[in-house]
Every structure is written in structure tokens, then in C-alpha cells.
């Protein structure tokens, strides 16, 4: 089975003092397991207190946005090389509310994975269906297209560098994830579309899942062997609940 990766994220919450608190209160209590790779992502003029404080530990930093462009006359952006000067190992591209609230188009996000690649980074790929989609059956034909989309260029090797995060819009921030079969079926699905259009092997694609994942429910989403790792909101901003999500990830 794939190692599971469980991502913090920590969106616009936290002052550099405050994360530098989570931080530690994290470290104090967090037991690395050969199973699960753990991975914060703090606000960018956070990162590189958390890059001090993670040096020396397995946990990986990761930033939650980035520009596609190496430089220039982009007000407001940070990109690829700042994001790896600082220490960030994996970066988030295509989150929910960055394609719905600011606006982020899917020729936007290809180019953000094409830049992440360039300079390293391994991009964590949201993909997820709003609520009116999923009602009208349309989940897997949007998921299908956020992949292509999203992907469009790569070639296959590079896949092995891509985290795919199913983060269903109408789970995200409501405190109710999707149950067991609902995410084991999109995550078979992202599976076996990748594999079809990238001629790879399907248990070798990292799939997590996004959207109210809590310690209560880690557990049950976790029994799925489709789900490879989460992607964790609300729940990331306590240190205790976001252990206990990392621990409830671990198998022998
Ligand atoms: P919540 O865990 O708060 O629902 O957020 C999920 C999310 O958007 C993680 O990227």
C-alpha cells in the first residue's frame, strides 16, 4: 500500500506567532510512523518560521497556493523558487475555493502543476464536484475534466510526482465528509482515469480525500485502501485533532 500522506491545511488562520505555536504543540506530541508522511501548509508569510521549527523533523512543508510564473511584474504572487528557497516540499494547486472564490480557471491551475514540476515542487492536485453536480449525476464527468485539464502535458513519469486530493465542494468546511463508499468510488474513479489516459499503474496514484475530515471519522475513511491520505482543514488547526488524524492514518 502507498505510504498515506495527511496534509494540514491551514488556509488564512494563523499569524506568525500562532503558528509558530502550533507548530511546536504538533512536534510535542507527534510520533512519526514508517506509514504516514505528515506535511503542514501555513500561510505564506508563515512558511518560513515553520521551515525553521521543521528542519530538523519528517514533517513536510507545503505551500498552499502557487504563481506560475518564475518572476516578474506579478503583483501579490510568490513563486516556485521562492516557495522552494524557503523549504516547501509539496504545494497545493486547483483548492476549491481558489477556483471558486478568486477565480483560478483550469488553464491556471495546468500551468501551476507545470511550474511546481519545474522547479520541484510535487503538486497536490484538487480535484471535487459541487453539490448541484453530484445531484445531477455529473460527478464523474467534472472530475474526469479537472484531471485532464489540470494534467494536460505531462507525461506519464510525472505523474509519479503528483498527489491527487478529492475534495468534494459540498464537503468542504459543512462538518459532513463523504461517507466511506461515496469517496472510495471517486478515488477508484480519479484511479482508473489516470491509468486509462496515462498508461500507469493505478495502485501506484497517491489519491487523498478532502472535506470535513475529522478524528471521528478518520477511522472510517481510512478502512478504504482507496484512500491514500487527507487533506485536513477545520481539523489541522488544533494540534491534538490533527495527531490523532495522522495516527488513525497509520497501518503495519
Ligand atoms: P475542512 O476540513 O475544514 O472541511 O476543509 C477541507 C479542505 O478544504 C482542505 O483543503
Given at each position: 500500500m502507498l505510504r498515506r500522506l495527511i496534509v494540514g491545511n491551514w488556509k488564512m488562520h494563523k499569524t506568525i506567532s500562532q503558528a509558530e505555536s502550533l507548530i511546536n504543540d504538533i512536534l510535542k506530541i507527534y510520533q512519526p510512523h514508517p506509514s504516514v508522511e505528515l506535511a503542514v501548509a501555513p500561510p505564506f508569510v508563515a512558511l518560513q518560521a515553520a521551515s525553521r521549527l521543521l528542519a530538523v523533523t519528517s514533517i513536510k512543508l507545503t505551500a498552499q497556493n502557487v504563481c506560475a510564473?518564475?518572476?516578474?511584474?506579478?503583483?501579490?504572487e510568490i513563486s516556485p523558487p521562492m516557495l522552494r528557497e524557503v523549504g516547501c516540499h509539496y504545494v497545493i494547486i486547483g483548492h476549491s475555493e481558489r477556483r471558486?472564490?478568486?477565480?483560478?480557471?483550469d488553464q491556471d491551475i495546468n500551468e501551476k502543476i507545470h511550474a511546481a514540476l519545474r522547479h520541484s515542487l510535487l503538486p497536490v492536485l484538487c480535484v471535487g464536484e459541487r453539490l448541484e453536480e453530484r445531484q445531477a449525476n455529473q460527478t464523474q464527468s467534472i472530475i474526469q475534466h479537472q484531471l485532464q485539464t489540470g494534467l494536460d502535458?505531462?507525461?506519464?513519469?510525472?505523474?509519479?510526482h503528483i498527489t491527487i486530493a478529492y475534495e468534494p465542494v459540498w464537503a468542504i468546511g459543512t462538518g459532513h465528509a463523504a461517507t466511506l463508499d461515496q469517496a472510495a468510488e471517486v478515488h477508484a474513479h480519479i484511479r482508473s482515469s489516470l491509468a486509462k489516459q496515462w498508461g500507469i499503474n493505478p495502485d501506484q496514484t497517491r489519491v487523498v480525500y478532502g472535506g470535513s475530515v475529522s478524528p471521528d471519522n478518520a477511522q472510517m475513511l481510512f478502512q478504504?485502501?482507496?484512500?491514500?491520505?487527507a487533506l485536513v482543514g477545520?481539523?489541522?488547526?488544533n494540534s491534538e485533532s490533527f495527531v490523532k488524524i495522522a495516527k488513525l492514518a497509520t497501518s503495519d
Open positions: 510564473k518564475d518572476e516578474g511584474a506579478f503583483t501579490g471558486h472564490i478568486f477565480g483560478e480557471t502535458g505531462l507525461q506519464s513519469k510525472d505523474l509519479a478504504s485502501p482507496q484512500i491514500n491520505g477545520k481539523a489541522c488547526l
